[in-house]
């Protein structure tokens, strides 16, 4: 997504040390990125960079912002490129240093100069902030590709630094207005530390898969058509898209959230937010709509609406997004509900936000799909059975399952699907995210490996989507991969419980913890805890690990801060008094 420069024309350029590299893609190919970073801490990525993806014929513009506290901006980025049959890559390298004595530069590496033609436009090597531009073309009759797809040898172009880059247009980002917002930035983690589970978890899948996101892609970098599937994603979370802008222009601008949360906390019970989150339609998460409900029910609903957002997405099997509710989904809608029996499927998945110009209701379907799926990997939402006992270790010291180190846990068939209501929520909510561990980089499989299920909601999301992608149809295949595979039931499946982690892992017997039921507080005031926590982090996951500890670090760092400020303040002042008592005694 292009940004607008930060710097509006009142400000001085001189105060901003960024750099803007517009790339213009000459060829027929679309450019993907394969790896990028920041040198030294110079530099924040805003929003949508560094660019995943570089369209063919396109020329749009990266941008490494100044981060101000540290002063000037340096980084890299490294994009794949198909030349016939292989693959090269392209690195750049480019600075605005704030050093007086330093100067701005670009530098373009190809790992196949006969056949990537990259080269550096005349720029200023001075002023501020930095702007660029690269040509890049691909010669299909030059000589063959270097790598396969991974950085190869690669020969340096630099150009002379001259007055002709100029400033790009750029679009505005999405407002930061609003008291609320900062609680569905889910994952921008510069503004605010989020952790994206769910969406890290369907990027990877992606990258896997044959329906591939550059192999770059982070969340913080997603575009706009990329966005249309985690719209899909989050719909489940939010299925009147409260938590959206209705912006023609815009797919992914967050809304203050208040309608969200009056709907959440107040909300009649047939809403559709209250319906899926502990209503009739909890299967939408891979969860029992109540305490004792029989696996088998809940299997055939989760069933049912992948079956009807599956045939959707693939745009081939009989569903349209024109078709009324009441064609496949009359069992949750009447004439009386919002959405009505008469509404479409578009209607219900765009709800209060239809304005959108480039919508595309098949991605938001599959990503529909993904949730569900990733989500009955989660050890809150369901009890399976561990297909390799013996990688796992045990229970830490807050007795939480954990895993061998290099491991993770392999899960197979469903043993018990949990019931939300009633349940432990600091322990759903942990397992629901980091699980104590770092943020996973997507193209990196292992870094999924403390999240327990993350991997196996990876590789049953990635073939479901290369289904999708091949256009198998429901009955050929998907139907009954989903149906064993995904959400297949154990011989001794039981009714739906209100446990989290509370079973041996390693057995596959089901057992009632010795705890007991929850009490009614932890049914209602520890319930509403949780899903609050659930709201602030569109299940993108701050555990009890971190979120407990969080708060008191950020209250303790903001004293401190506070202290600071006041004795910096104190000090400063009797300074200029010393100062003034001098200057008067000196005369």
């Known amino acids: 997504m292009a940004l607008q420069h930060k710097m509006d024309d009142g400000v001085h350029a001189d105060s901003d040390f960024s750099c803007y590299i517009t790339i213009r893609n000459l060829s027929d190919k679309d450019f993907g990125l394969y790896d990028f970073g920041i040198v ?66 670009l530098t373009a590496e190809s790992s196949n100069p006969g056949a990537l033609v990259v080269s550096v436009q005349p720029y200023q090597s001075s002023g501020h902030p930095f702007y660029a531009i690269v040509n890049v073309t691909v010669n299909v009759n030059g000589s ?66 044959k329906k591939p996101m550059p192999v770059g892609t982070t969340y913080n970098n997603l575009n706009d058509k990329q966005w249309e599937y985690m719209r899909g994603l989050v719909w489940n979370d939010d299925p009147s898209c409260y938590l959206f802008e209705d912006y023609s222009d815009d797919n992914h601008h967050f809304s203050n959230g208040i309608q969200w949360f009056n709907d959440f906390e107040r909300g009649p019970p047939d809403c559709m937010i209250q319906r899926s989150h502990h209503g009739d339609l909890q299967f939408l998460h891979g969860m029992a709509a109540t305490d004792g409900e029989e696996p088998k029910e809940t299997q055939r609903k989760m069933l049912k609406w992948l079956e009807v957002m599956y045939k959707l997405a693939c745009g081939n099997q009989g569903v349209s ?89 392999d899960w197979g068939a469903v043993k018990v699907f949990h019931c939300y209501s009633g349940q432990d929520t600091d322990r759903h909510s942990y397992y629901d995210g980091l699980e104590g561990g770092s943020l996973p980089i997507p193209k990196n499989l292992e870094s999924f490996n403390s999240i327990i299920g993350a991997r196996s909601a990876i590789e049953v999301s990635t073939r479901l989507i290369n289904f999708c992608a091949d256009g198998i149809n429901w009955g050929d295949g998907v139907e009954a991969f989903l149906a064993t595979e995904v959400i297949g039931l154990a011989e001794n499946a039981q009714p739906a419980n209100t446990e ?33 926590r659930k709201l602030e982090n569109l299940e993108a996951g701050v555990g009890v690990g971190t979120s407990d500890r969080r708060p008191i670090r950020k209250s303790l760092g903001f004293v401190v801060f506070l202290v600071a400020l006041l004795l910096v303040v104190i000090i400063f002042s009797t300074l200029v008094t010393c100062y003034v008592w001098i200057q008067r005694h000196l005369h």
């Open 40 to 105: 030294d801490g110079y530099g924040v990525w805003p929003v949508g960079q560094p660019l995943n993806t570089i369209e063919a014929h396109t020329e749009p513009t990266l941008q490494l912002e100044d981060p101000k506290y540290v002063g000037g901006s340096e980084g890299w980025v490294i994009y794949q490129v198909p030349v016939g049959d292989e693959t090269a890559t392209f690195k750049l390298e480019f600075s605005d240093p704030q050093l007086p004595w330093s100067s701005n530069y």
């Open 144 to 209: 063959k590709a270097a790598s396969n797809g991974k950085p190869g040898p690669i020969t340096s172009t630099r150009a002379r630094p001259s007055s002709v880059a100029k400033r790009p247009e750029l679009r505005p980002p999405p407002s930061s207005d609003g008291p609320a917002r900062i609680k569905y930035d889910i994952g921008f983690d510069f503004i605010v530390s989020k952790s994206p589970v769910h969406e890290s978890i369907a990027i990877a899948a992606f990258i896997q898969s």
């Open 321 to 409: 997004e024109q078709d009324q509710l009441k064609q496949h989904l009359e069992e949750w809608f009447t004439d009386t509900t919002e959405p009505s029996s008469q509404s479409t499927l578009r209607d219900m998945l765009l709800a209060s936000t239809p304005f959108y110009n480039h919508v595309d209701i098949q991605r938001r379907a599959l990503g529909l799909c993904l949730h569900i799926i990733a989500d009955s990997y989660a050890v809150g939402h369901t009890q399976r059975c561990l297909k390799n006992p013996d990688s796992y270790q045990g229970r830490d010291d807050d007795g939480r399952m954990i895993f061998k180190s290099g491991t993770y846990g």
């Open 500 to 532: 989290v982690d509370e079973s041996d892992p390693v057995s596959c017997n089901v057992t009632k913890s010795a705890s007991g039921s929850a009490s009614e507080f932890t049914r209602n005031s520890a319930y509403r805890i949780g899903l609050q």
